[in-house]
Nanobody
Framework: QVVLAESGGGLVQAGGSLRLSCAAS????????MAWFRQAPGKEREFVAS????????DYADSVRGRFTISRDNAKNTVYLQMNNLEPEDTAVYYC???????????????WGQGTQVTVSS
């Protein structure tokens, strides 16, 4: 059984930082490209960042580029999202997801976590 377990969400003031983690089990983590998506109330789920299996390539949504950093540790089967200079518009449930290919489309991702809430107050 594949499990992706996110952690690290919470309430933070604008300008603050959070580090999300996603621990994977039940899949060959090192062959999967991993990504973070987010979904705000009343909005569609949107791509945030992705990282290839060997960390050679990283992709970011324009809205977070320069503020967020995605990384992974294949020895720990974990992917991270460091979020700096947070803005109220970053408030959402954040999900990690895994895919064999490379994509920004949520429909292409096979495995999903349950999500972790990030709330940024102004």
């Amino acid at each position: 059984q594949v499990v992706l377990a996110e952690s690290g969400g919470g309430l933070v003031q604008a300008g603050g930082s959070l580090r999300l983690s996603c621990a994977a089990s039940g899949l060959p983590f090192s062959i999967y490209n991993m990504a973070w998506f987010r979904q705000a109330p009343g909005k569609e789920r949107e791509f945030v960042a992705s990282i290839t299996r060997n960390s050679n390539n990283r992709d970011y949504a324009d809205s977070v580029r320069g503020r967020f950093t995605i990384s992974r540790d294949n020895a720990k089967n974990t992917v991270y999202l460091q979020m700096n200079n947070l803005e109220p518009e970053d408030t959402a449930v954040y999900y990690c997801a895994g895919v064999v290919g490379v994509s920004r489309r949520s429909s292409d991702y096979v495995y999903w976590g349950q999500g972790t809430q990030v709330t940024v107050s102004s």
